[in-house]
């Protein structure tokens, strides 16, 4: 059975940092690409960060480059978040996703998407 479960959320104050882990199993995260990808309140779901079966990342969001930081361990079978100097704005649930094929910038093509993990920004 295929499933992606997302941990590492909290609440943090501007500035702090979290990292998110997504944790696969029934497949082998190495010859798949994986997501992260959040959603606000009353916001879409929108990209944040792809891992390419090579490890290569691909960023979505300008204004995360240098913030958000994704990485894989295939050991591990498991997809990272490292995020940085988190901002109010930052605050949504975070999901992992996987796709077969190099990281789309379409979401509508991941699938097989973890329950998420809330990740909270306030002062």
């Known amino acids: 059975q295929v499933k992606l479960v997302e941990s590492g959320g909290g609440t943090v104050h501007p500035g702090e940092s979290l990292r998110l882990s997504c944790a696969a199993s029934?497949?082998?995260?190495?010859?798949?690409?994986l997501g992260w990808f959040r959603q606000a309140p009353g916001k879409q779901r929108e990209a944040i960060s792809c891992?390419?079966?090579?490890?290569?990342?691909?960023y979505f969001l300008d204004s995360m480059k240098g913030r958000f930081t994704i990485s894989r361990d295939n050991v591990q079978n498991t997809v990272y978040l490292q995020m940085n100097s988190l901002k109010p704005e930052d605050t949504a649930v975070y999901y992992c996703?996987?796709?077969?094929?190099?990281?789309?910038?379409?979401?509508?093509?991941?699938?097989?998407w973890g329950q998420g993990t809330q990740v909270t920004v306030s002062t």
């Open positions: 996703a996987r796709v077969f094929h190099p990281c789309p910038d379409d979401i509508r093509q991941y699938g097989s």
């Open positions: 891992s390419n079966k090579n490890g290569d990342p691909t």
């Open positions: 029934g497949f082998k995260v190495e010859f798949w690409a």
